[in-house]
């Protein structure tokens, strides 16, 4: 079984919805993250948590929510889809001692129409 | 413009040739990381370089960290068609809290 696995794999969405998308890890990390991956760009941080108690803004947070809840849960909200949050979204997780190495899901591509 | 420039975005080349990748930045970073992604997956870590100058071979691939610790390469010898994928490199600055920084990728295919 995955150790970081992300649903949906797949969505397509209207503009104006309200979307979740969901991470669980059997890692037993303390640390779990949101990217987004755009063509060119490389993977840009959403948000992040370094425990359960712990929510940090990323580089592009604006129109995103995060909720944390438990040690093996991270999910990320999209209040109200817009286009160009089309989009690779990537739940990554690291534990805090070996804080460099990540470990990623297999990705949600999200399509706002 | 982005912290972690990456060089080039694509590159095609024939089974058995080598290839070379680069990663750049004004910044100084504590650590660097390579890693490759494949079509439907996420990233996967290659290697994690944390030393100026610092060399580390992973069968055909050989990972430099510049002396600097600003810039980073990836040299692939006799590539195969399972070397095809995009390279990403990411680094860490501690005064950024540690957060990966990752570069725009490169996108390698490798042709039988």
């Known amino acids: 079984d995955a150790d970081v696995t992300q649903t949906p794999r797949n969505r397509i969405t209207k503009t104006g919805k309200r979307i979740m998308l969901e991470c669980s890890q059997t890692k037993g990390h303390d640390r779990m993250y949101w990217y987004r991956q755009d063509p060119g760009l490389g993977l840009r941080l959403i948000y992040y948590s370094f425990d359960v108690k712990d929510i940090n803004k990323g580089e592009i947070s604006d129109g995103y929510s995060v909720s944390r809840q438990a040690q093996a849960k991270f999910s990320l909200s999209l209040e109200s889809a817009i286009p160009n949050q089309t989009a690779l979204y990537f739940c990554a997780t690291s534990d805090a001692n070996i804080r460099d190495t990540q470990y990623f899901g297999p990705g949600t591509r999200l399509t706002v129409l | 413009t982005q912290l972690l420039e990456q060089s080039p975005q694509f590159l095609s080349i024939q089974e058995g040739e080598n290839l070379t990748v680069y990663c750049n930045s004004s910044?100084?970073?504590?650590?660097l990381q390579w890693y490759r992604q494949e079509p439907g997956e996420g990233p996967v870590l290659l290697v994690t370089v944390v030393t100026g100058g610092e060399v580390k071979k992973l069968k055909r691939l050989t990972f430099q960290f510049g002396d600097a610790r600003k810039d980073s390469s990836l040299h692939i010898t006799a590539a195969q068609p399972g070397d095809t994928g995009l390279y990403l490199c990411?680094?860490?600055?501690?005064?950024?809290?540690?957060?990966?920084?990752f570069g725009g990728g490169t996108r390698v295919l490798v042709k039988p």
């Open positions: 910044s100084v970073f504590s650590s």
């Open positions: 990411a680094g860490t600055i501690k005064a950024a809290g540690n957060k990966l920084t």
